[in-house]
């Protein structure tokens, strides 16, 4: 009888211990989940190119580590806004987004990003540059 008690309270600890160290891990993977929720051609759950590449930069930002890391997303971030107002306001300027397009591609080149934020940020520009590409070969007037 005692060695059943003894192996039920060394049972039921180790299976607190478990669960509680799987409870601290919870809330980093519930971060990333919204990676899992992305299918080719972007979120699922919608909004705008440039919305969606403004998320991940804010998820970039979330890992810099130093000055110069925030730095370059901070840059990122502002180009991308330049070319979003202009965007807004009717008008494609090539320069803004070819500034966006190698202000992301620097945060991917030299800021220490986990792979998946680095794999999501190049197909950020991959995207960017189909969207170029797509409307230069229509035709529309550039400014």
């Known amino acids: 009888m005692r060695s059943l008690l003894v192996k039920s309270l060394a049972g039921g600890a180790l299976l607190f211990l478990a669960l509680a160290l799987n409870a601290q891990d ?3 993977y519930r971060d990333n989940d919204r990676y899992y929720d992305r299918d080719d051609r972007g979120y699922r759950r919608g909004g705008s190119p440039i919305e969606r590449v403004e998320s991940d930069l804010s998820y970039a930002a979330s890992s810099a580590y130093s000055r110069g890391e925030r730095n370059r997303v901070e ?7 330049e070319f979003e107002r202009s965007w807004n306001a009717g008008r494609f300027n090539r320069h803004d987004l070819d500034d966006s397009i190698a202000a ?5 080149d030299h800021n220490r990003l986990d792979d998946r934020a680095r794999s999501v940020l190049w197909n950020d520009v991959q995207r960017l540059r189909d969207f170029r590409a ?10």
């Open 26 to 28: 919870y809330g980093r």
């Open 75 to 81: 840059k990122a971030r502002h180009e991308l806004g």
């Open 104 to 108: 992301i591609q620097k945060v991917i």
């Open 134 to 143: 797509d409307y230069e070969r229509r035709g529309y007037p550039r400014y």
